[in-house]
């Protein structure tokens, strides 16, 4: 109670002021002398500026809470939107795959690629199918575009592959056009080639390589890519080809594991006859 009456001993004469001032707009409310009108019209006048001039500021926040409102449904629609391009280029790349597999004689297994490495010199790919599916060592692995690789590991649910893109993978192969063989092989860089191929067989850019009848390991016919480069150094007795693979391993997703496993009679056959 004293801290009270020490405050108002303090400032009273704002206390008084206040007071005075009140009692003025009172007796101001109450009279109605031709000049006190003239006064209230006056403060209501200037009043009414005041608020207009401070009337943005409930506007503003009001305006920022649905802005706030408005971006979170913007982030929501696009995220939408998103998934929804990401299901119509699924379903693309899954019709093209539905195509190869009513086109193929062999059994195809479908898989999604769960895992690849693209900067190494034995470059692989993880799927998600395994020995529960069918899936053995072997087995090539193709898409719409062409020949990917081949098994070359298998778990219960999961299996590796070996790519193209692979300093240890071989195929035999063939140029479409002109019939001409060779060994498909990879040394590094983003191009395979085509090995053994002598500088007098018919060989242009543009054509298209395809696995050949004398791989025991691939059925024929698989697109690979198309010859980019053709070069022969004078005295060499071979040429040497690039060859562009048909697939984008960057965007690998989908693929398909060729139920077409080595034929084994052949195999033993000819190491017979070569032993």
């Known amino acids: ?70 971006r979170r449904t913007n982030v929501d629609l696009a995220d939408e939107v998103n998934q929804l391009r990401e299901a119509k280029l699924e379903n693309i790349r899954l019709r093209s795959l539905l195509g190869l597999k009513e086109t193929t004689k062999f059994g195809l297994i479908p898989a999604k690629v769960v895992g690849k490495t693209l900067d190494l010199l034995r470059n692989t790919i993880t799927l998600n199918v395994g020995e529960k599916e069918g899936v053995a060592p072997g087995m090539p692995i193709i898409t719409d575009a062409g020949l990917v690789g081949k098994i070359i590991a298998v778990g219960s649910g999961y299996a590796m592959g070996q790519i193209i893109l692979n300093s240890d993978f071989r195929a035999s192969a063939r140029i479409q056009r002109s019939r001409v063989d060779g060994i498909l092989a990879w040394k590094g860089g983003k191009n395979s080639l085509l090995k053994d191929v002598a500088k007098t067989r018919d060989v242009k850019v543009g054509d298209m390589v395809e696995t050949s009848e004398y791989s025991n390991l691939f059925p024929p016919n698989i697109r690979i890519g198309v010859v980019a480069f053709v070069t022969g150094e004078p005295g060499d007795l071979f040429k040497t080809i690039e060859v562009e693979t048909a697939v984008d391993f960057s965007t690998l997703e989908e693929v398909f594991v060729m139920n077409a496993e080595p034929d084994s009679t052949r195999i033993r056959f000819e190491e017979r006859v070569l032993r």
């Open 1 to 70: 109670m004293r801290r009270l009456f020490h405050i108002v001993q303090l400032f009273k004469e704002y206390f008084i002021a206040a007071l005075l001032i009140i009692i003025s707009i009172a007796l101001m409310a109450e009279n109605d002398n031709q000049q006190i009108h003239h006064i209230r019209a006056l403060s209501i006048g200037i009043l009414g500026r005041i608020q207009e001039s401070v009337s943005f500021l409930p506007n503003f926040f009001r305006l920022e809470k649905e802005n706030e409102v408005l």
